[in-house]
């Protein structure tokens, strides 16, 4: 499997640590039946991309088999990020090649400085995704990866722009909703959660991102099981 060089070094205040890691306990507690989790917001800069990374980063550090799927084709930032490149300097290839091209899935899946996760990038953003979306061929992937992985994360595209999120999560065994506190209305959350459920996407939770506290501190992220 090809290897990747990637910037996993930066260390997270010990507030945001300790909320990403409640929040893998709880996916925990989930059940064996949910393996493929689609995170998803509902406008963009709400920390999704941060939230699903961490996550991936957190079950692989507990020794969890884990794989992390940019599936955020239109405008993912990921791989500059993150300052990821093929360890031998050879060109990458990512999720929006293979939906398009005729080659094994092994090799656009990348081994990371992560002895248990694994990532598939995107490398190159495209206009649009959604005919790659709509084929067999992405969900086909979904199944595959939740055969040789414990968790599949998908980190896709805000569901107040494009209807690939909804498309995702109909592929996947559930969602979980991240919120950038203050900035996005209830009435646009309620419609997200519609977009969900119309989809057929089980909600498993919500992520509360930059709360504010009843003492004014800042908390960066909160979990909710969304029951």
């Not at 996993?8 to 890691?21: C, F, G, H, M």
């Not at 090799?107 to 990532?119: A, H, Q, S």
């Not at 199944?143 to 999120?165: H, I, K, T």
């Not at 996005?184 to 996407?201: G, M, P």
Request: charged share 25%.
């Amino acid at each position: 499997m090809n290897k990747i060089k990637m910037d996993l070094t930066k260390e997270l205040p010990y507030a945001v640590e300790e909320s990403i890691n409640r929040l893998r306990i709880n996916v925990s507690f989930l059940g064996n039946e949910i393996k493929k989790i689609m995170v998803v917001s509902t406008m963009p800069n709400e920390g999704k991309s941060f939230v699903t990374l961490q996550m991936w980063r957190q079950m692989a550090s507990a020794g969890i088999k884990s794989v992390f799927v940019d599936g955020d084709m239109r405008n993912s930032v990921i791989v500059n990020k993150y300052g990821i490149e093929k360890e031998d300097g050879s060109e990458m290839k990512g999720l929006a090649h293979y939906l398009a091209e005729e080659f094994p899935l092994e090799n656009v899946v990348y081994n990371t400085p992560l002895e248990n996760g694994d990532i598939i990038p995107n490398v190159e953003n495209i206009i649009n995704p959604s005919m790659l979306l709509e084929s067999d061929k992405f969900g086909n992937m979904l199944n595959q990866l939740a055969e040789d992985y414990r968790y599949v994360f998908v980190d896709a595209p805000p569901l107040g722009l494009v209807s690939d999120a909804e498309k995702i999560g109909s592929m996947c065994d559930g969602a979980i909703l991240v919120i950038r506190s203050g900035e996005i209305s209830k009435s646009e959350v309620k419609s997200s959660i519609k977009q969900l459920e119309r989809s057929e996407c089980k909600i498993l939770g919500v992520v509360l991102n930059r709360a504010t506290d009843a003492k004014g501190k800042k908390n960066k992220k909160k979990y909710y099981n969304g029951k």
